[in-house]
């Protein structure tokens, strides 16, 4: 008679965040597959619910609250984790019904609360977890988080108040997830953190065996030996320290994607003291000329605040001269929202939302220009494009070098059958928009 096996307990989750809380979902995930559980797609058939929550803006928190309050009213047994765990009090002020709460990449605390609130029965021997790990995106990209936690103090961020000082991961793992994620079907590794450039720093640079040589904790060392693998290499979170000049010439090489995601969140000096932001004496216009000047096509995308405490029409004036003269190939742009916590809030010169707005949409307008006239530019030319969707009748929708996934533009493709997500083409480009290009894959 063939063994009966019981069936194991189902964990349902919700991923709320940045790439760095989606990665730790995946390692949750991964841990509680290997332990036996099973993973539902749904509320009903989960015995219990994970929320990994954000608590950076209060906009996000109130999202988090949300999500929390619809796991308990489509199931009931909701555990908590991520950033606004440390807000434990609210949260159960709010949801007394929630079974455990844990703070961001606490993963025994959160794996252990799950073993309390769904047991695996004592017969399960269901080990099916694949080399690489769960994830949560697609095959052909993975997210690599390379540290934990930031040495700075930003007045505006709370993120070393909710996960501490920088915390940097041994290069030696790094590169063997990497490697293994390749293996299972990669062919886009996308480097996260809170601070990149930082990488290494709490290891004082010190280096580890990799396959017969050492391998130093440090962010060029460890952009080149992931560029061996055979994927593509995205840097982000790039602060503008002077050794990321090091890092352009592998761009040029072909080594790492030419693509340098730096947060520079404003322009102006003063309004970049306020913020306490580091490296904000750096003449970035002159070194951004000089990375143009190695690798051509190198594209820098940033994000900016508008109506930070004390800005000044001036400030925002400055702000919009210096995007003119940078012609930055993407831009994201938030509102100052006050956060608790955040030393920012007690600055003086609240800036009205209606002027919030009206910069807002100042910057917005004036960076969609630059991005149409950029993206134009590369009409006529030959791009290669990684696949991110096929619709299996001729139409498909993939990225350039100098896109990334779900914060970029795309490339719509027609006369694309027979592609398939992570296949990497040329393609001729035929068309442009403000955010978007339009072309024919190559045959050959």
């Known amino acids: 008679m063939a063994l009966q096996l019981p069936s194991p307990p189902k964990v349902g989750m919700v991923s ?3 790439p760095k809380a989606l990665v730790d979902s995946e390692r949750i995930l991964t841990k509680l597959r290997s332990d036996g559980y099973a993973l539902s797609p749904d509320y009903e058939a989960a015995d219990v619910v994970l929320v990994n929550t954000c608590g950076f803006l209060d906009s996000a928190k109130e999202e988090s609250l949300a999500a929390i309050g619809e796991a308990i009213a489509e ?3 909701v555990i908590v984790t991520g950033c606004m765990g440390k807000e434990a009090e609210l949260i159960r002020a709010r949801f007394p019904a929630v079974l455990a709460i844990t703070g961001p990449a606490q993963y025994e605390s ?3 609360a799950v073993h309390e609130a769904a047991p695996i029965p004592p017969s399960a021997f269901l080990n099916l977890v694949p080399e690489a790990g769960l994830k949560l995106t697609p095959r052909h990209y993975s997210y ?3 540290s934990e936690g930031c040495n700075h103090r930003c007045s505006f961020c709370i993120i070393p108040s909710l996960r501490g000082d920088l915390v940097s991961r041994r290069p030696d793992a790094i590169l063997r997830e990497a490697e293994k994620l390749v293996a299972a079907g990669t062919r886009e590794l996308l480097v996260i953190s809170q601070d990149t450039s930082a990488y290494g720093v709490d290891l004082r640079h010190a280096a580890w065996p990799w396959k017969g040589r050492e391998v130093r904790a440090h962010m060029t060392d460890l952009a080149a030996e992931l560029g061996k693998l055979g994927a593509w290499v995205r840097l982000h979170y790039v602060y503008p320290y002077p050794h990321v000049d090091q890092v352009i010439p592998l761009m ?4 790492v994607l030419p693509y340098l995601d730096i947060p520079f969140q404003h322009a102006s000096p003063s309004v970049l003291r306020a913020m306490k932001r580091p490296a904000n004496d750096l003449k970035v216009l002159e070194r951004v000329k000089a990375w143009r000047a190695i690798c051509p096509d190198i594209a820098i995308r ?3 605040v508008v109506g ?3 800005e000044t029409e001036a400030d925002f004036d400055y702000l919009l001269d210096w995007l003119d003269e940078a012609q930055l190939d993407r831009v994201g742009a938030f509102r100052f929202e006050p956060v608790q916590g955040a030393a920012a809030n007690d600055l003086p010169g609240a800036v009205p939302d209606e002027v919030k707005e009206e910069r807002y949409a100042r910057l917005m307008a004036k ?13 006529g030319r030959t791009l290669d494009v990684i696949i991110d969707v096929a619709d299996g009748e001729g139409g498909a929708t993939g990225r350039s070098k100098a896109d990334a996934p779900e914060i970029d533009g795309e490339v719509h493709l027609r006369d694309a059958a027979g592609l398939e997500p992570g296949d990497i083409v040329p393609v001729l480009i035929e068309d442009a928009d403000e955010h978007d290009l339009f072309g024919v894959p190559l045959k050959g």
């Not at 960076?367 to 530019?377: D, E, G, Q």
Request: glycine share 14%.
């Open 75 to 77: 199931n009931g047994r």
């Open 302 to 304: 940033s994000t900016f």
């Open 367 to 379: 960076t969609a220009a630059i991005s149409t006239a950029k993206l134009l530019a590369k009409v």
């Open 252 to 255: 040029a090489e072909g080594l």
């Open 308 to 310: 930070f405490p004390g």
């Open 16 to 18: 709320l965040g940045c």
């Open 110 to 112: 959160v794996v252990g």
């Open 144 to 146: 690599v988080k390379i």
